[in-house]
């Protein structure tokens, strides 16, 4: 079975796991057009979109060769299919129509959308990679992401680090500057930087209006951080979150479609 996925990040994630458990898989980046690089489909068994979005331009190639296709919901790409209308909607709706397996990483996601078809499969994290560690020099207080400034609060942040000037907090995500001492900046980290990230601070604090099931959280508790997501603690790992666990159900799933 030889499988493609499209997307950025999580597209590289899935392909480095399902490779883990013997899986020829590969990333690429979207198309940003019908038919863009469309001939390399039929080198391929199953072509995964890994975000609603990303085989938006890809499905009608993929059936055009016969090959099976994949769209996985990872987060805000549900809640803009969810509030999207118009063409754009119409052409969303079409081409998941075409899909083979629609998956979702949460059932909340699977709701927000409306679509009745759909499994339920996160994205995992590699608890090989994600785990306490030395380092060296005095750890930070608390890190909070924030690439989009309404979906991820970054006011309550803002009011959290003035109401806590004692405190250092490390916004990661944020695109511009803070006029504050006690809060730093980080625009963007590199994935395999990310455990180390974790292990300089002591807290990862999360507030959203919305939020499907992120990786981060769980990523953070097991690099020892203590997690705050939404107001609620987090005392453990979900098992469906763990690579071991929910890997082979996907490869179970691409199986029975190839």
């Not at 013997?22 to 979109?49: H, L, M, W």
């Not at 990872?74 to 299919?81: I, L, Q, R, T």
């Not at 929910?246 to 179970?252: A, E, G, N, R, V």
Request: aromatic fraction near 10%.
């Amino acid at each position: 079975m030889k499988v493609l996925l499209m997307g950025t990040l999580n597209a590289k994630i899935l392909a480095e796991q399902l490779r883990c458990y013997k899986v020829n898989a590969q990333a690429t980046r979207p198309p940003r057009f019908p038919f863009e690089n469309a001939f390399s489909y039929k080198a391929f068994d199953i072509i995964y979109g890994v975000q609603l979005l990303y085989l938006t331009y890809a499905v009608f190639p993929i059936k055009f060769f016969k090959k099976k296709c994949v769209v996985h919901a990872v987060g805000s790409d549900a809640f803009d299919y969810a509030n999207r209308s118009g063409p754009r909607k119409k052409l969303w709706n079409l081409a998941l129509g075409m899909c083979d397996e629609i998956l979702f990483v949460t059932q909340e996601l699977r709701q927000m959308t409306g679509l009745k078809r759909g499994r339920i499969v996160p994205i995992p994290i590699d608890t090989r990679m994600f785990k306490e560690m030395d380092v060296a020099g005095e750890k930070r207080d608390i890190l909070y992401y924030c690439p989009n400034l309404e979906l991820y609060r970054l006011d309550w942040v803002m009011e959290y680090a003035v109401q806590h000037p004692d405190e250092t907090v490390t916004v990661l995500g944020l695109s511009h500057s803070v006029d504050l001492p006690n809060v730093k900046v980080i625009p963007h980290m590199q994935y395999h930087r990310m455990p180390l990230l974790y292990n300089m601070h002591r807290r990862l604090i999360r507030m959203t209006t919305h939020d499907g099931f992120p990786k981060m959280p769980y990523e953070a508790f097991l690099c020892g951080l203590e997690v705050i997501w939404n107001g609620r603690r987090i005392t453990k790992v979900p098992e469906e979150m763990l690579m071991e666990n929910t890997i082979p159900k996907l490869i179970s799933i691409l199986e029975s479609i190839k």
